[in-house]
DNA sequence: GGAATGCCGTACCGTACGTTACGGTTCGGC
DNA sequence: GCCGAACCGTAACGTACGGTACGGCATTCC
């Protein structure tokens, strides 16, 4: 019922938290009575506060993205080393939520939840995570372009070229349940990867195929 | 019970086909009862057959991944036309496999397996998936390679941003029930672009960052 | 022709889980 | 000190579903 728009209360958060912890470490076994006795509260107080499962779950992953989307990331920059560490930076945060247990399980829970109809969490996830770092990617790429250090039609294109550069086979095998323990120094390197090989594509200083 | 190993007759076929059906159309309604109601059989049989849920359905994911894997690729070619020509019809084949609506049915029902421990769907689909698709493709790179048309020191990783620049987004938005469309040209298009974005970065003919 | 086998349809069983109900306890306000 | 509200713990209910048992029918084998 609640949790809907308005933000939960410390209480709620710790049940909320309680859940999430719950889908990393038990997976499937997600039932109400097992959220009651990890967040030590009644079932009748989960009902109460959150409706039925579905809310229940779409207040977690609410709760999720909230605490994600904290990240912040300064303004546009004008010269190529500032927009390679932007870019790098983008990707090394990227790769470390989708390999994160929590993300892992949060995106099998939605797409598990996509497979029948009701509410939607799918869309949630997609919101929060694809979308908004896209959204939060573009005006980075454009002003890039401005500055004469990228060169695109459409900056969704380039987007998610750089999308797939830098995430590549990872999601889909994470989620499938393969073992890819992905580092530090990994992320770090990777992200370096996929970068150069962005700015190979879509900068001005070298060839620039077109989308 | 069966078909571990050996193929099912016609009739299995003929469930499993069942059980296809049933998991595009319904989703998550994928019940014994429902599956035997469907394949006008007894569930006595299905459990005779298949041995229990599991068994059903991990049968199934075989069965539809040796449907897939029915498409054959010639051997490697010598020119740069011919090159391109095999990687894009890679991705087209790809980007229309991760797109149908089987598939997405049944990766999200592997990912919900992944979920729990038991019964890996997640690696029978993995390894007739995104790896399948891998060993395929690396002779291919690796004659390239060879004729002087391609640079790369690992096959595994050029290979994996061939694989990020075709798929890009694609797979884990229609995964979480994006409604993402891809017809046939803009599949077609989207095959061009991404072999000649691989192609800038890994041919010889262009600037070839290390990856 | 009769017995046996294989399979369909259906009824049945046990369990897990979502949801509800209720008694007991704590706590803030008067 | 008393009342009501909020909440915990647990019991109880209804249902859905995996799995099993059984009666009937068709086909095959002797």
């Given at each position: 019922m609640a949790a809907e728009t308005e933000e939960p209360t410390a209480r709620q958060q710790a049940v909320l938290d309680a859940v999430l912890s719950l889908m990393v470490e038990?997976?499937?076994?997600?039932?109400m009575t097992a959220v009651a006795r990890r967040a030590s509260c009644s079932k009748e107080t989960l009902y109460k506060w959150f409706g039925d499962r579905d809310g229940l779950l779409a207040a977690t992953v609410r709760w999720q993205a909230a605490r994600v989307r904290a990240g912040r990331y300064d303004r546009p920059t004008l010269d190529i080393a500032a927009l390679r560490d932007s870019l790098k930076g983008f990707a090394a945060t990227w790769l470390t939520v989708i390999s994160s247990p929590t993300s892992i399980a949060l995106n099998r829970l939605a797409i598990g939840h996509a497979a029948?109809?009701?509410?939607n969490l799918g869309g949630i996830v997609l919101e929060n995570g694809r979308f908004a770092i896209g959204e939060r990617l573009r005006p980075v790429l454009e002003a890039g372009r401005e500055a004469g250090l990228l060169a695109f039609d459409d900056s969704e294109t380039a987007f998610r070229s750089f999308f797939g550069l830098v995430g590549r086979d990872v999601q889909i095998r994470l989620l499938l349940g393969d073992i890819l323990s992905l580092g530090r120094d990994e992320i770090e390197r990777d992200a370096a990867r996929a970068t150069d090989q962005f700015l190979a594509l879509y900068g001005r200083t070298e060839s620039a195929p077109e989308a």
């Amino acid at each position: 019922m609640a949790a809907e728009t308005e933000e939960p209360t410390a209480r709620q958060q710790a049940v909320l938290d309680a859940v999430l912890s719950l889908m990393v470490e038990e997976g499937d076994k997600l039932t109400m009575t097992a959220v009651a006795r990890r967040a030590s509260c009644s079932k009748e107080t989960l009902y109460k506060w959150f409706g039925d499962r579905d809310g229940l779950l779409a207040a977690t992953v609410r709760w999720q993205a909230a605490r994600v989307r904290a990240g912040r990331y300064d303004r546009p920059t004008l010269d190529i080393a500032a927009l390679r560490d932007s870019l790098k930076g983008f990707a090394a945060t990227w790769l470390t939520v989708i390999s994160s247990p929590t993300s892992i399980a949060l995106n099998r829970l939605a797409i598990g939840h996509a497979a029948s109809r009701k509410s939607n969490l799918g869309g949630i996830v997609l919101e929060n995570g694809r979308f908004a770092i896209g959204e939060r990617l573009r005006p980075v790429l454009e002003a890039g372009r401005e500055a004469g250090l990228l060169a695109f039609d459409d900056s969704e294109t380039a987007f998610r070229s750089f999308f797939g550069l830098v995430g590549r086979d990872v999601q889909i095998r994470l989620l499938l349940g393969d073992i890819l323990s992905l580092g530090r120094d990994e992320i770090e390197r990777d992200a370096a990867r996929a970068t150069d090989q962005f700015l190979a594509l879509y900068g001005r200083t070298e060839s620039a195929p077109e989308a």
